[in-house]
């Protein structure tokens, strides 16, 4: 499984097929899913999507965001447990 940012999608990817998971229909707790769920929804805040500029600030905003996603990561590995390997795909567009 993969945690990745990406415009109008969760955050949760398979690894094998690249099929966008739902997180609602996930076995995670609620509170994962929540905080899952507002991660992907931050996804692209250093843009400017009327212009596709940068905004002020963006390289620290990825930045921030990208962190979470770590910090995500280890949440999911905690709650799956061993049998599922939890990678991340951090934002790289500043």
Same mark, same amino acid.
């Given at each position: 499984? @993969? %945690?990745?940012?990406?415009f109008?999608?969760?955050?949760?990817?398979? @690894?094998?097929?690249?099929?966008? %998971?739902?997180?609602?229909?996930?076995?995670?707790?609620d509170r994962?899913?929540?905080?899952?769920?507002?991660?992907?929804a931050?996804?692209?805040?250093?843009?400017?999507?009327e @212009?596709?500029?940068?905004?002020?600030?963006a390289? @620290?905003?990825?930045k921030?965001?990208n962190a979470a996603?770590?910090?995500l990561?280890q949440?999911?590995?905690e709650?799956l447990?061993?049998?599922?390997?939890?990678?991340?795909?951090?934002?790289h567009?500043?």
């Amino acid at each position: 499984m @993969t %945690l990745e940012g990406e415009f109008g999608a969760d955050a949760l990817w398979c @690894t094998k097929c690249q099929y966008n %998971l739902d997180v609602e229909h996930t076995i995670l707790s609620d509170r994962l899913k929540e905080a899952l769920l507002e991660w992907a929804a931050q996804y692209g805040i250093w843009i400017d999507l009327e @212009t596709d500029m940068l905004v002020d600030d963006a390289q @620290t905003l990825e930045k921030t965001h990208n962190a979470a996603g770590k910090v995500l990561v280890q949440k999911l590995q905690e709650e799956l447990g061993v049998a599922y390997t939890i990678t991340f795909e951090p934002s790289h567009m500043t």
